[in-house]
């Protein structure tokens, strides 16, 4: 097996692989499942890990909350890849694409915590936003918003994970 992989955005093709990946995350309580629809909406968020020969073997998506914060989604690699820098490169894309975009922070909610503390990540505690910003992201219908402001509503899914922030 050769170790060579890229990074580019995804495309519509890439959806059936990019939730094969994401199923076994799902299936051990670690992700969150989402309908196809779900990935097809925010396919412009998402990049995606390729081995040389075409394989997907890895996916994430950044998915901007604010005028200066995103938050990393759905970061996965096939098992088989694990420990080989994918989730490194794959992170490292989307906090590239996170400046390019002007943003200087990064939210994640993660069992992962060693991960994303080795790229920076930490443990954001009670932190929480300017009240003006916190008004205006309370509208938002979005469950990510709503795990980064760490409304009630979502508690259940988010029991046991931890609200990380990077500043870039």
């Known amino acids: 097996m050769s170790t060579a992989f890229r990074i580019r955005r995804a495309r519509t093709s890439d ?8 199923e076994p995350l799902v299936q051990r309580r670690i ?8 990935f097809y909406e925010s396919l412009q968020e998402f990049r995606v890990a390729e081995t040389d020969d075409g394989e997907l073997i890895g996916c994430g998506a950044l998915h901007v909350m604010w005028s200066d914060l995103a938050e990393v989604r759905t970061l996965a690699v096939s098992d088989d890849w694990l420990g080989k820098g994918i989730g490194h490169a794959l992170l490292g894309r989307l906090e590239d694409d996170a400046r390019e975009l002007g ?11 060693g991960f994303f503390e080795r790229n920076g990540f930490v443990d954001m505690g009670d932190e929480t936003v300017d009240p003006a910003v916190y008004a205006e992201l309370v509208r938002s219908h979005d469950e990510g918003v709503a795990e980064f402001l760490d409304l009630a509503r979502v508690k259940p899914n988010t029991l046991g994970n931890t609200r990380m922030l990077k500043h870039l």
């Open 15 to 22: 959806v059936a692989r990019i939730r094969e990946l994401v």
């Open 31 to 38: 992700l969150l499942g989402k309908d196809a629809v779900v």
């Open 103 to 113: 943003l200087s922070r990064l939210f994640c909610l993660t069992f992962e915590v």
